[in-house]
């Protein structure tokens, strides 16, 4: 059973709900988003709460329930307040600047690597070293810092690379004289 579609999604003032033929569609403030309804899972909504319900017990049925569930959720929180991500770049001359809609890097590599920035997605760099993506689609915005971390991760002798803001790396012992 899941635990997680259990609970209601409460859809704020100023947040539009509706579905068509097996699709939700949510507005907000921040913009739109909508997605498709699996079939397993039946959706109800009564004011301004959404509540999941499995149409069977089967294994499958429960998983897409509690999926259903956080989507819708991740989708309202999305259009009402959005999802931010910030990533830092340490390590001497690595910096981040932004030109025209294309993400100029210099991570220590012979060559500046350039990252187009999707068109629903805002970046910008408030420092040289400081990144920070903001967005309505909470996967779009952690999909966006992740590749943007995997052109060169923090590596665990001098902590080096692009990391999240508040990431740990843990740092290794280097070679004994």
């Known amino acids: 059973m899941s635990r997680i ?12 709900f509706s579905i068509d033929n097996n699709v939700v569609h949510i507005k907000g403030k921040l913009g739109a988003l909508s997605t498709i309804i699996t079939d ?37 929180i999305g259009v009402e307040t959005g999802f931010t991500k910030t990533l830092e770049v340490n390590g001497v001359g690595y910096r981040a600047a932004i030109e025209s809609d294309i993400l100029q890097l210099q991570l220590g590599y012979s060559h500046d690597i350039k990252v187009g920035i999707p068109k629903d997605l805002n970046v910008k ?7 920070v993506i903001s967005g309505v689609d909470k996967q779009k915005v952690g999909q ?14 001098k902590g080096k690379g692009v990391r999240y803001v508040g990431e740990y790396v843990r740092q290794k012992e280097g070679k004994k004289k």
């Open 5 to 16: 579609g259990k609970n209601p999604v409460v859809i704020p003032e100023g947040v539009n």
């Open 125 to 131: 760099c408030t420092k040289p070293t400081e990144i």
């Open 144 to 157: 966006f810092a992740s590749e943007i971390r995997s052109l060169r991760k923090p590596e665990p002798y």
């Open 40 to 76: 397993g899972v039946k959706i109800n909504h009564l004011d301004n709460k959404v509540t999941f319900e499995p149409i069977s017990e089967d294994k499958n049925n429960l998983e897409q329930w509690g999926l259903m569930r956080s989507l819708i959720n991740n989708m309202v």
